[in-house]
């Protein structure tokens, strides 16, 4: 069974553009989240969707917003990008249900110059 | 507010070595706890997932230890190789809603000298 997916994994911006990544989970799993990693705050949660519905956000500003289609694959926005945006973006996917593990994709990680 | 906490920080350990590394978090309630690793600049890998209703899971040499009354679980690495040089995260479900949230520690970075 694949995995999960991310694109693209290297990326490099400048202060005040656009982004957006792109997470395609493990088949047949509905649920997708993301998380931020940066070495000072950690693994953060961003937020979750499932059946094309965001369930859970997490603390962060308006301007990282995210969707998920009808096949499961999401994608997250940042909108006027800041240099505290550079990070590592994971994303992952579980199937529903309390049991589930989640499984992680190999992540992009974002430079804003 | 649940909040994870993972001791030790960094640990270098030669090998052979038995080792335990400390997952702490502040509120009971839970779905489950899991065991990641990940290697530098790379994704998480799950090593063990253990439900809140469970003791302990094993994988190979990996053995995972919960104690929801006391907030604490741990993980008991046997005979550390150098390929287990990794950071480990611990992360927590929680239980007060159904969406898949998870909440992590800071990380163990384990060091496995040859």
């Known amino acids: 069974k694949a995995g999960v997916t991310q694109t693209p994994r290297y990326l490099i911006k400048t202060r005040g553009q656009q982004v957006t990544l792109s997470c395609s989970p493990i088949?047949?799993?509905?649920?997708v989240s993301w998380y931020q990693q940066t070495p000072g705050q950690g693994l953060q949660f961003l937020f979750e969707?499932?059946?094309?519905?965001?369930?859970n956000k997490g603390n962060f500003p308006g301007r990282f917003s995210g969707r998920q289609f009808s096949n499961s694959r999401s994608e997250m926005n940042v909108s006027t990008l800041e240099l505290g945006d550079s990070a590592l973006y994971l994303c992952?996917?579980?199937?529903?249900?309390?049991?589930?593990?989640?499984?992680f994709g190999p992540g992009t990680r974002l430079l804003v110059l | 507010k649940q909040e994870v906490t993972q001791i030790p920080a960094a640990l270098s350990v030669p090998e052979g070595e038995n080792l335990v590394l400390n997952c702490s978090f502040t509120?009971?309630?839970?779905?489950?706890l899991q065991w990641f690793r990940q290697d530098p600049g790379k994704g998480l890998t799950s090593l063990l997932l253990?439900?809140?209703?469970?003791r302990e899971q094993t994988s190979g040499r990996l053995n995972a230890s919960l104690d929801k009354s006391s907030g604490r679980s741990t993980l008991y690495i046997a005979a550390s190789q150098p390929g287990d040089s990794a950071t480990y995260l611990c992360?927590?479900?929680?239980?007060?809603?159904?969406?898949?949230?998870?909440?992590f520690g800071s990380g163990t970075r384990l060091l496995v000298r040859p």
């Open positions: 969707y499932f059946s094309e519905t965001q369930r």
């Open positions: 253990i439900q809140s209703s469970q």
């Open positions: 509120d009971s309630a839970i779905y489950n």
């Open positions: 088949s047949g799993h509905r649920s």
């Open positions: 992360a927590v479900r929680p239980g007060m809603d159904s969406s898949y949230k998870l909440i």
């Open positions: 992952a996917s579980s199937l529903e249900g309390t049991s589930g593990r989640a499984r």
